[in-house]
């Protein structure tokens, strides 16, 4: 049976992430065996077609969560998240309904002196709500003109604090049993997930965004019930005064504007107040309301519940239908082609054999090599190695074992392409840049760096990385392996504090097709 196209959705996202950090600390060869093991687990389901990079990975995630959090007491922290969201949906239903009544009720406390304001009304329900969608999109003009990374969101500069404070809540009250290394690992993928704008783009953003409309679309709905029950149960006037020196007709003029959404199935004496309506509800204040007539002073309540209606509720029920609809297409559009994504493929689809020798047919070469090199798995003849531009530092250049480093690259489904030196001077690193700005880079051939990872990543060479990404193609990956201190004929391991240092400080570049992995078993601290 083929390999199904998953849909994907906010879950699987976050859990993904968050095992994709998890795993940066196995060793490489138990991640290859795991991850080749659950591709044979489910090959039933998977020989038809295994060219869905999206299918596997998702066969891969279900894998994962059920055997990490199995039942229905272990959350992952994609399901978290759901919970989340789902506790801000209701508590925006519930606030946002019963604030918008409660404004109702206060703002239509008619003494019988004193008819409601219209104006008052407009501003404080319509026209407030016009700004803020103009303040969306010209949030959404500037971004698109200063380019999408430069400015904030709106919606995000306004709740984006408080959304990640009450989510940081629930996470924190969700993960009460939870050991102190899983809470960071999730820390870590909500972080990863806010930084991959270059995979997610702005999928992160919409759950924020359809929050709001449902808080503006409860707040309305509260609104137009507290309008409907006052009208309905009290004696209410409405009129308006200015000091500006407006006409009736000037006025008349703006309410038909308002009112074109309905105006043309709604009957006119309903959709809006006539001229003669307008001029007889207007409030002098000297003259006080003794001398209005009560059919103009009641003219105006249809025209401001379909104000509600129109501008409040059928616009911010708009907004929410485009914002899920923004979130479909925003899942649809990821690729799944980050560095981490790639690896994990290519670990599910790779035939493993184990290669170690026995005893008594061991060479001395061979026993120079440590064990976790000997175990290693590597992918059978028939398997395609991904091309890779090698990159060795000039001070070990000449000292690396040439055939145990081929043998390592391609258990790690690697082969060399073109091995460079690097790390001489400033003239000779430029040759190189310039070197792989010439080359045609395709979706399998990769940027290789091997660095000894008891040396701190210095900022010259962060700099160079960020230079090399900018000559070779955005997607292409970047892969760094660590190496321990040199050693004769063979590769040390890497403690696990050098590698942990060196996960800050690429992470810090925000890179998501930059891949870091120990080229042997890190061991000790």
Not at 224 to 249: E, V, Y
Not at 413 to 437: A, C, I, P, R, S
Not at 507 to 520: C, K, N
Request: aromatic share 14%.
């Amino acid at each position: 049976m083929a390999l199904m196209k998953q849909k994907w959705n906010y879950k699987d996202c976050i859990d993904l992430e968050y095992f994709f950090h998890k795993d940066t600390s196995d060793p490489p060869e138990h991640s290859r065996e795991r991850d080749r093991n659950i591709f044979l687990k489910k090959q039933e389901q998977s020989t038809s077609n295994s060219s869905d990079n999206s299918a596997l990975i998702n066969l891969w995630l279900q894998e994962r969560v059920d055997s990490e959090f199995p039942g229905n007491e272990n959350k992952s922290p994609g399901e978290i998240f759901q919970d989340t969201l789902s506790l801000f949906k209701g508590l925006c239903i519930i606030g946002g309904s019963l604030f918008g009544f409660t404004a109702g009720l206060s703002f239509f406390s008619y003494s019988g002196t004193t008819p409601v304001n219209v104006f008052q009304f407009l501003i404080f329900f319509i026209f407030s709500q016009i700004l803020l969608t103009f303040l969306m999109g010209s949030s959404f003009a500037l971004r698109r003109l200063a380019g999408r990374g430069s400015l904030p969101t709106f919606y995000a500069l306004f709740f984006g604090r408080l959304f990640n404070k009450l989510t940081k809540m629930a996470c924190n009250r969700c993960n009460k049993d939870l050991s102190t290394t899983k809470k960071n690992d999730i820390n870590h993928a909500m972080g990863l997930i806010k930084s991959h704008n270059q995979i997610y783009g702005s999928l992160f953003y919409w759950p924020l965004f359809t929050l709001s409309q449902i808080l503006a679309l409860s707040f309305n709905a509260g609104l137009l019930g507290s309008t409907l029950l006052k009208i309905s149960t009290s004696d209410l006037a409405f009129g308006w005064q200015s000091t500006l020196q407006l006409s009736a007709a000037a006025l008349h003029k703006i309410v038909l504007f308002m009112a074109l959404p309905w105006s043309w199935f709604v009957p006119d004496t309903i959709a809006f107040p006539s001229p003669e309506e307008i001029e007889g509800s207007r409030i002098l204040l000297k003259d006080g309301i003794y001398h209005l007539t009560t059919k103009d002073l009641v003219s105006w309540w249809p025209f401001l519940v379909f104000c509600i209606l129109f501008y409040g509720l059928f616009f911010r029920g708009g907004c929410y239908l485009a914002g899920r609809w923004m979130e479909k297409r925003s899942l649809q559009k990821i690729q799944f082609n980050s560095a981490s994504c790639r690896r994990l493929t290519q670990r599910m689809l790779t035939p493993l054999v184990s290669t170690q020798a026995a005893p008594e047919e061991k060479t001395a070469e061979s026993e120079s090599i440590s064990t976790a090199e000997t175990e290693q798995f590597q992918p059978t003849a028939g398997h395609h190695l991904l091309p890779q531009f090698v990159l060795i530092p000039c001070d070990i250049y000449h000292t690396i074992p040439s055939q145990n480093f081929k043998h390592i690259l391609q258990s790690h489904g690697f082969e060399v392409k073109k091995q460079l030196k690097f790390m001489t001077d400033y003239e000779g690193d430029q040759e190189v840049k310039q070197y792989l700005q010439r080359q045609v880079w395709d979706d399998n051939t990769g940027l290789f760096i091997l660095m000894e990872g008891w040396m701190v990543p210095l900022i010259d060479f962060l700099t160079y990385l960020g230079e090399l990404r900018s000559v070779v193609a955005a997607d292409t990956v970047i892969t760094i392996a660590l190496t321990g201190r040199p050693a004769e004929k063979t590769f040390s391991p890497v403690s696990k504090n050098d590698y942990t240092i060196w996960q800050q400080k690429t992470a810090s570049l925000g890179d998501p097709y930059l891949y870091l992995f120990p080229l042997t078993s890190a061991q000790g601290t």
